[in-house]
């Protein structure tokens, strides 16, 4: 067998990319194989299931990577609360290149995307709040609190990244973060 001249995480790269910029729906192939520097034919090999497939792929290395880099930063008993919740903004920031980037949940959860990965990025989601509800609890906040906190962190995230991209303004997103590590520690 042959071996592959273009890895398999440049793939990932390159359709994350696209479905970031384009949404489900609207990233056709051609769009896919040029992004991945694969022809056609190549990417259906790597991805039997087409699109969707392709889709799924991108959703498990993100969640890889989040699981890797921001819930185990939150987790890492190593390090105080403080220090995990501020390390795990820095995170953030580079999953989301200062802002730059979409949401992957929000790319995908438009149109047919969110009838197909709807358990996925539900799944996600709660992770992402669980992650949030465990280091307000651990920053001594009732539990009520720290859910709250959770989801109003969420929100930040979300609605910070769709303002900076529409006003073209980094700072938003940075100063999200800020509020979150703010609201946490205050």
């Not at 359709?15 to 896919?32: C, H, I, N």
């Not at 991945?36 to 299931?49: D, I, V």
């Not at 009732?142 to 859910?147: E, L, P, R």
Request: some cysteine; aromatic content about 8%.
């Amino acid at each position: 067998m042959r071996p592959q001249k273009t890895l398999d995480k440049d793939v990932l790269v390159g359709l994350t990319e696209v479905f970031q910029s384009k949404g489900y729906e609207a990233a056709s192939l051609q769009d896919l194989a040029t992004a991945t520097g694969l022809k056609k034919a190549s990417l259906y090999h790597r991805f039997p299931g087409g699109k969707k497939q392709m889709a799924e792929a991108v959703l498990e290395h993100l969640a890889k990577w989040v699981g890797e880099n921001v819930f185990q930063v939150l987790r890492n008993s190593e390090h105080s609360p403080e220090i995990r919740l501020k390390n795990a903004m820095v995170q953030i920031k580079v999953l989301y290149d200062d802002g730059k980037n979409t949401c992957i949940f929000r790319a995908l959860s438009m149109e047919t995307g969110i009838s197909l990965f709807r358990l996925q990025i539900e799944k996600g989601m709660k992770e992402w709040l669980n992650a949030f509800e465990a280091i307000g609890e651990e920053l001594k906040l009732d539990s009520k609190t720290a859910k709250d906190y959770a989801y109003q962190s969420m929100i930040d995230i979300q609605g910070s990244l769709i303002l900076t991209s529409t006003l073209n303004n980094p700072q938003i997103f940075e100063e999200a973060l800020q509020r979150i590590i703010n609201r946490y520690l205050t």
